[in-house]
């Protein structure tokens, strides 16, 4: 089955309880290939229906390339994780091939969840996503401290 449509990636710059800032990506079987608007997209608004998804956020004046190389370098991981183990099943004899896989599966994997992690939005990042979004000076100085873990 072929799946085919729109729908966000690259999520990265998230202010928990706030938002997030994602690309809209045309995509053939979930794999992004060209970003089509990045989004601030509030926390939680994000629905799957069957295959499809719907959001309410903002969309940006332009693309956020840091949203648009997250979403590239997940997949990447992705595929690295799957493929890395069938490397080292295929090269078993060959002791040293076998163990760079293996590590390169694990480390894919390790960089996928740190992705995550690391997707957090600095103070600063925050700032100007508030002075974008136009919201209030008390909206911003509440994300300000949630994105400065205070």
Not at 19 to 44: C, Q, R
Not at 49 to 56: A, D, I, V
Not at 64 to 71: E, G, K, L, N
Request: net charge positive.
């Amino acid at each position: 089955m072929i799946v085919y449509g729109s729908r966000l990636f690259g999520k990265v710059d998230h202010v928990p309880g706030h938002f997030h800032v994602a690309t809209k990506f045309y995509h053939l079987n979930f794999i992004p290939l060209v970003p089509d608007g990045s989004w601030v997209v509030l926390e939680g608004s994000v629905k799957s229906r069957g295959l499809g998804t719907s959001w309410q956020g903002v969309k940006l004046g332009k693309l956020h390339w840091a949203s648009v190389r997250m979403a590239w370098l997940r997949f990447g991981l992705v595929v690295l994780a799957i493929v890395a183990p069938f490397v080292a099943l295929a090269h078993a004899h060959v002791a040293a091939t076998a163990s760079l896989s293996v590590v390169a599966a694990v480390g894919a994997v390790a960089g996928l969840l740190a992705s995550y992690r690391l997707a957090r939005a600095h103070p600063e990042r925050a700032a100007a996503l508030c002075r974008e979004l136009n919201l209030s000076e008390d909206a911003a100085a509440q994300v300000r401290r949630v994105a400065s873990g205070r």
